[in-house]
């Protein structure tokens, strides 16, 4: 049972514009959700995080926004650049657990 | 501050051989743990060391074993080696400390194949 789903595989933007990448939660005792970024042949770096007590968190060009009662979150990247092509995974946690839940990931091309 | 290393990045070998990834961490982090990443399914719980001491089984846990050597030190062994268990490994520590509680870190990953 696929309790985080990123249902985009991949994602085509043009460069400038806004990437927008979708992910879907099932577990309601998820309160902390964040964001890695992944290059090819890297490890996933972290990019951005939200508690369940906001609907809202940006850091820079990124915006996590957190909608609980669709168990829903997706992450604003503007204006998007080459650099921001990568896989993007999704991650759920009850505040405080240990583990990490996963989505599938979703590739991003920012084209020039 | 190297942050999460791992050993080997690259592997190969053949059925039923066995091997160690290594990974240490310099971050003071009481947290550890090993995930897989194949394509189309993302990063996959292996096990986990929630500090010294103690190791937990995560979401796909059959087929191997690890080693929680001291705070700095986590290993996965892989006993017999299947072709199943082609893929890349990931090793992570765990903050624990504000603002980000559950932020993992990722070290550079052991691409295995297993032929």
């Known amino acids: 049972d696929q309790q985080v789903k990123q249902n985009s595989p991949s994602l085509s933007v043009q460069e400038g514009r806004i990437s927008i990448l979708n992910c879907d939660y099932t577990?309601?005792?998820?309160?902390?959700f964040l964001w890695y970024k992944k290059y090819p042949a890297e490890g996933p770096t972290f990019l951005i995080s939200?508690?369940?007590?906001?609907d809202k968190n940006e850091d820079g060009r990124f915006t996590v926004f957190l909608n609980k009662s669709a168990k829903h979150l997706s992450l604003h990247i503007v204006p998007s650049q080459p650099g921001d092509s990568a896989v993007y995974f999704c991650a759920a946690s009850p505040l405080g657990a240990q583990k990490l839940v996963f989505g599938q990931g979703t590739r991003l091309t920012i084209n020039p | 501050n190297a942050g999460v290393t791992q050993t080997p990045k690259f592997q190969v070998l053949k059925t039923g051989q066995s091997m160690t990834l290594q990974c240490a961490q310099d971050?003071?982090?009481?947290?550890m743990y090993w995930y897989r990443q194949d394509p189309g399914m993302g990063l996959r719980l292996i096990y986990y060391s929630a500090s010294e001491g103690t190791t937990d089984k995560g979401e796909v846990p059959n087929g191997y074993n690890v080693s929680r050597l001291n705070k700095r030190e986590f290993s996965l062994r892989l006993e017999s080696a299947a072709p199943s268990q082609t893929s890349v490994y990931f090793c992570a520590s765990r903050r624990t400390t504000p603002p980000a509680y559950n932020e993992q870190f990722f070290g550079p990953g052991t691409r295995l194949t297993v032929l």
């Open positions: 577990n309601s005792m998820f309160d902390y």
């Open positions: 971050m003071n982090h009481n947290s």
């Open positions: 939200i508690s369940s007590i906001k």
